[in-house]
């Protein structure tokens, strides 16, 4: 995979999977610019990123605060000159059934799944077009492709992301920039932890490889697609979930 002198943006690098793709990018020879909504996570990614030899910085930034998103872009734009990766990877799910479900757990759920990827993506999506060169990735969901109990508003979040990702992607295929989607299935990180026993274990019943999925996994999938390799790849979904959605 080849990465020429390239800067990433990946958000929800604190933790997770997002930690993991911040780490494969810059073992890669990426700069990368760990965002999170607390300094703390990111700045000890970054900084475990940086004693290892690789070049990264942290930014706290509340992925679901326009305004926030859209001023913490145009600093880091014009700090490091261009990104040319942008990972929007931070999520959260507030589950519980449609009858139960607040307003509230409705729009914050959108507000930082889905909205973030507006935000970001219209304020270093442009720049990537006018430098003829860019990689977007979104992370999503299955839950996104098959809905989920229990789970309404982080399944209309994560298809949304799909319908944005292949506008973005149409809209700018012609200057050079890719956008698409990945779609992890269970994987092993914190929102994961809090499933109880019994969720655990229907979900690893419905998954081939009967057992969730590493970070790593997902992270490896992001690397091909931010590579220079993957620049004919765009408007796609590509689940990555021991085969549970096929
Ligand atoms: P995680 O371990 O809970 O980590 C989430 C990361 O997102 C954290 O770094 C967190 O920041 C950041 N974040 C959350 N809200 C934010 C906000 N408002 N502003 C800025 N950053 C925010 O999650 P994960 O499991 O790695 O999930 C990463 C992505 O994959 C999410 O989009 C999730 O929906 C998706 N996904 C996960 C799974 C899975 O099984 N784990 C499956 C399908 C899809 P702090 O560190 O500061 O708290």
Redesign the pocket.
């Known amino acids: 995979m080849t990465f020429t002198n390239r800067t990433a943006l990946v ?9 993991a793709i911040a780490e494969t990018l810059a073992a890669k020879g990426v700069t990368v610019i760990c ?4 300094a703390s ?2 700045g000890g990614v970054a900084d475990a990123i940086t004693a290892a030899g690789g070049k990264a910085v942290a930014r ?5 605060d326009g305004a926030a998103v859209t001023a913490a872009a145009e600093e880091l734009l014009k700090e490091f000159g261009k990104i040319d990766i942008l990972i929007n ?5 507030r589950d519980g059934l449609l009858a139960r479900m607040s307003e509230d757990d409705w729009n914050t759920v959108l507000q ?2 889905l909205t ?1 990827c507006f935000h970001w993506t219209k304020a270093i999506g442009w720049p990537m077009c006018r430098a003829r060169y860019g990689r977007i990735i979104n ?5 996104g492709l098959m809905g989920n109990a229990g789970q309404a508003n ?1 399944a209309a979040a ?1 298809a949304g992301m799909l319908g944005f990702t292949k506008s973005v992607a149409k809209e700018f295929a012609k200057r050079g920039v890719t956008a698409n989607v990945v ?10 932890a809090e499933l109880s026993e019994e969720v655990v274990k229907g979900a690893t019943a419905m998954i081939p490889m009967q057992r ?1 999925g590493e ?1 790593a996994d ?1 992270a490896n999938m992001c690397a091909y697609l931010a590579s220079e390799e993957a620049g004919y790849i765009t408007g796609q979904v590509f689940t990555v979930d021991g085969g549970m959605v096929m």
Request: net charge positive.
């Open positions: 958000t929800g690098a604190g933790r997770g999977i997002g930690k965002v999170s909504k607390s996570s990111c706290a930034v509340d992925v679901a990877n931070a999520g959260i799910t930082t799944n973030s992370i999503a969901s299955v839950s982080y994560k779609a992890p299935g269970f994987i092993k990180t914190d929102m994961t969730f970070p997902i």
